[in-house]
T-cell receptor, first 115, second 113 residues
Framework: AQKITQTQPGMFVQEKEAVTLDCTYD???????LFWYKQPSSGEMIFLIY??????QNATEGRYSLNFQKARKSANLVISASQLGDSAMYFC????????????FGSGTRLQVQP | KAGVTQTPRYLIKTRGQQVTLSCSPI?????VSWYQQTPGQGLQFLFE???????NKGNFPGRFSGRQFSNSRSEMNVSTLELGDSALYLC????????????FGPGTRLLVL
């Protein structure tokens, strides 16, 4: 069963607008971490934001915020004021306390910011 | 602090050969994980090393192996290369905690001909 689902293969957004990238997850663990990474065409995975399963507040890092809805098992990434440099692949990932301690990734969303 | 470094960045090999990839983690990080990224399978976990011991392993054949040295640097080896091993191999390092973020290197692009 897929543990991380990203249903948007590709998205377009106008420069300076906000965009939401969807992510749903599946786990029976009570303790887990959710991560978002950005991967430009160069290939490097760049960490953006982290949300712990016990965190009551939604995580924010600059222009990035994570809309965490635990009951719905969703962890959507919101990018405010999009910039041309935000064009990249975005991956949602989860790490469970039990299990392999490895990141399980979704299939990614390709975001293209248009001027 | 310097980030995660990986060498080489690009590699071309032929079927049947073997290859060794290297990863130097962020200073102070003792956990090193390896991932394979392909267009068809996406990002898949290979293995994790901590204090020179393989702590976790993904679902890859025994042709894929690795090791970690006392300075936390890690290598992964793929023997008897197959065409399907062509991929971006990413190394990530972290402190040893489930909440800790894994920071990735730039990756090694391996092409098997």
């Amino acid at each position: 069963a897929q543990k991380i689902t990203q249903t948007q293969p590709g998205m377009f957004v106008q420069e300076k607008e906000a965009v939401t990238l969807d992510c749903t997850y599946d786990t029976s663990d009570q303790s887990y971490g959710l991560f978002w990474y950005k991967q430009p065409s160069s290939g490097e995975m760049i960490f953006l934001i982290y949300q712990g399963s016990y965190d009551e507040q939604n995580a924010t890092e600059g222009r990035y915020s994570l809309n965490f809805q635990k009951a719905r098992k969703s962890a959507n990434l919101v990018i405010s004021a999009s910039q041309l440099g935000d064009s990249a692949m975005y991956f949602c990932a989860m790490k469970e306390v039990r299990g392999r301690r490895a990141l399980t990734f979704g299939s990614g969303t390709r975001l293209q910011v248009q001027p | 602090k310097a980030g995660v470094t990986q060498t080489p960045r690009y590699l071309i090999k032929t079927r049947g050969q073997q290859v060794t990839l290297s990863c130097s983690p962020i200073s102070g990080h003792r956990s090193v994980s390896w991932y394979q990224q392909t267009p068809g399978q996406g990002l898949q976990f290979l293995f994790e090393y901590f204090s020179e011991t393989q702590r976790n392993k993904g679902n890859f054949p025994g042709r894929f192996s690795g090791r970690q040295f006392s300075n936390s640097r890690s290598e992964m080896n793929v023997s008897t290369l197959e065409l399907g091993d062509s991929a971006l191999y990413l190394c990530a390092s972290s402190l040893d905690s489930i909440q800790e973020t894994q920071y990735f290197g730039p990756g090694t692009r391996l092409l098997v001909l």
